[in-house]
């Protein structure tokens, strides 16, 4: 048997993309390819890209600029872009950049081991289109693997909602949800392989629809099949829109125990003026009302958030808007970015706030959010939390894993595995962290 080559794979952006490299790597190894983490060793190199912000294309030509030297070195390298800026740039990547022998865009990933065939006949390789089939159908993982405690699992791609500074839509698609038993099986697949945490993901993922045995299933039904599943203990989703967060999913917060109390719920922005130029088709009294009624199901739930500040023709008093938004919300976690113009996009087109004046917004915003996620972080000391141990700690006996609230909490719990959901009285709270001690 001839030894296995080796495959380089660089990802960037969203945990979409992480779930991607994971099935991508599963596609290959079909192909005699094993994972290595250094681009050095390398039988192919596969950079994953993520077009979500500025300067997105001309990142990945300066990273692939860097791999000249090792082709030149080793004839037989593959060099691949996959992900949104493959999705978005097309052929113009192997014009701009003939070193590049394969470009694959999302929905095409089912193709690459014919791809990587086709390189090593040593012609070019190019898909970037959007096929009706469920691509991750055919990415069959190789037989049972063991994994870790913790796993992604994609129900849902694209989104329908055009805000006006994003790529989505163009990079990735229509909304398309996966079928339900196809999810679940993959669900009963990674349990029986140690996962006891999933985070279900889709750009838009509580508008999913997917097809189930009666009709389309909403995410909330969706998540009451998985919560059958024995040894699944905790259940996650990401990324979601205020306009799809229907009753029976606020519900399942209230009522569905594996469910964790945490909720990524992107705002943008404070205020209606900017909303509506975002064409967010939500306003923040609407959105708050909808928090209100989230929390009225489940008190102690995490929010977490995005903010864009300095979209076009932000002014003073809008930001404040969002500052107040922020004040009344009082998040747990957050993401803020300074508005980038997306070529392609509407808001490209629009006045754009001067660099310096979106840094200053940009810096009292995060001073706040940092502020608040401190907060509550805080707020945990003295409480009995669950904790999935993900890995082991940097001292001896120590294990490290995640709160129902995604706190990452350090425990001295020298018996305990990889993989244990423990009860943790949480006893200090850190710069990035929480300390706990196991009960009982
Ligand atoms: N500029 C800045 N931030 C953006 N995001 C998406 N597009 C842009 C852009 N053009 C942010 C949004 C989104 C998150 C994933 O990235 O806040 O929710
Ligand atoms: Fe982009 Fe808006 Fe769709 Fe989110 S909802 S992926 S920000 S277009």
Request: glycine letters at 8%; charged letters at 30%.
């Amino acid at each position: 048997m001839s030894a296995p080559k080796k495959l380089f794979i660089k990802t960037y952006g969203c945990q979409m993309n992480v779930y991607d490299s994971e099935r991508m790597a599963e596609a290959l190894g079909g192909q005699g390819y094993v994972e290595t983490k250094s681009a050095e060793d390398a039988d192919m190199i596969l950079l994953n890209t993520c077009h979500i912000r500025e300067k997105a294309a001309e990142k990945v030509y300066s990273e692939l600029g860097r791999f000249k030297g090792l082709k030149a070195e080793k004839p037989d390298l593959k060099i691949g872009v996959a992900g949104c800026v493959a999705q978005a740039e097309g052929e113009e990547i192997m014009r701009r950049q003939p070193l590049v022998d394969l470009v694959v865009g999302p929905q095409s990933y089912h193709r690459l081991p014919e791809m990587e065939a086709k390189t090593r006949e040593g012609e070019k390789a190019l898909d970037t289109d959007f096929p009706e089939e469920d691509k991750f159908e055919k990415l069959k993982s190789r037989p049972k693997a063991k994994r870790g405690p913790t796993a992604f699992l994609t129900v849902q791609e694209g989104c329908d909602k055009f805000c006006a500074f994003c790529v989505v839509p163009y990079t990735r698609g229509a909304e398309v949800s996966r079928p339900a038993d196809r999810i679940l099986r993959e669900a009963n697949d990674l349990v029986e392989r140690g996962v006891r945490e999933i985070t279900l993901l889709g750009q838009n993922v509580n508008a999913y629809h997917g097809a189930g045995p009666a009709g389309d299933m909403t995410l909330a039904q969706l998540i009451w099949e998985l919560d059958k599943i024995d040894g699944l203990e905790r259940i996650r989703f990401t990324t979601s829109h205020p306009n799809d967060m229907q009753d029976d999913l606020i519900e399942a917060h209230g009522t569905c125990a594996k469910l964790m109390p945490y909720l990524h719920l992107p705002v943008q922005a404070g205020s209606d003026k900017i909303l509506k130029r975002m064409n967010r088709s939500h306003t923040a009294e609407s959105y708050l009302r909808l928090i209100e009624r989230i929390r009225a199901a489940r008190a102690d739930i995490l929010i977490s958030g995005d903010f864009i500040v300095g979209f076009p023709e932000e002014t003073e008093e809008d930001f404040q808007a969002t500052l107040d938004l922020i004040e009344e919300v009082k998040y747990g976690t957050a993401y803020s970015f300074k508005y980038s113009t997306r070529p392609g996009t509407p808001a490209a087109e629009r006045p754009q706030v001067p660099a310096a004046e979106a840094d200053e917004r940009l810096q009292r915003l995060q001073a706040l959010l940092t502020r608040q996620q401190r907060e509550v972080q805080d707020s945990m000391v003295g409480r009995e939390l669950g904790v999935l141990f993900e890995k082991p700690g940097r001292f001896e006996g120590q294990m490290v894993g995640k709160s129902d609230y995604l706190h990452a909490v350090h425990v001295q719990a020298p018996t305990s595995q990889v993989g244990d959901l423990a009860r943790v009285r949480i006893v200090s709270s850190g710069p990035n962290s929480l300390a706990g001690e196991l009960i009982g």
